[in-house]
């Protein structure tokens, strides 16, 4: 198994390598509030899987007042995810993002609130775009390599490879 610090240096070199703004891995690792969330809600899972609920949501919430990202800790999440500029990112309890997913600002990966069933929001695949403002909603399946653009809603399944713009978010590729 690979030390938490390799995994840390392994996640600030992904971060550089992607984002033509960053000057660093030192940067990536200590500047970039995805960097700080997705730590404590690495944390903040372990707990919530331990059935230690109370202090996971306690985790989770004082990561959301640092960084502007809300990840429930029930949330499971891939290896690197990368949130662009980061505030206003909000991805619910039953919510399954894949690998090395990309979300920029102001995204939410949310319910419907008329859900019945235990998966209330979406699974998102690998390698997916999803754009500055879009919202998610509900028991969805985003496709691997799929782009979402900015402010879509998406309220169905989007398949692998294509991109869904809109509201509601239609596919266009």
């Known amino acids: 198994m690979t030390s938490p610090f390799k995994r840390l240096r392994d996640y600030g070199r992904y971060i550089y390598a992607m984002d033509p703004a960053c000057k660093s891995t030192f940067e990536a690792i200590f500047l970039y509030p995805v960097v700080r969330a997705m730590v404590s809600h690495r944390l903040a899972h372990y707990f919530y899987k331990k059935g230690h609920t109370t202090l996971a949501r306690f985790i989770s919430q004082r990561s959301r007042k640092k960084t502007g990202i809300e990840i429930h800790p029930g949330a499971e999440i891939g290896h690197f995810l990368f949130i662009d ?66 402010n879509a809603v998406v309220l169905q399944d989007i398949g692998p490879g294509h991109t869904a713009v809109g509201i509601p978010a239609k596919i266009v590729h």
């Open 85 to 150: 500029h980061g505030m206003g990112v909000v991805i619910g309890e039953t919510a399954q993002v894949g690998d090395r997913v990309h979300i920029y600002h102001n995204v939410t990966l949310g319910g419907t609130g008329n859900e019945k069933n235990k998966k209330r929001h979406p699974s998102v695949g690998n390698d997916v775009i999803i754009g500055t403002g879009a919202t998610v909603l509900g028991p969805v399946h985003i496709g691997d390599g799929a782009k979402i653009g900015a």
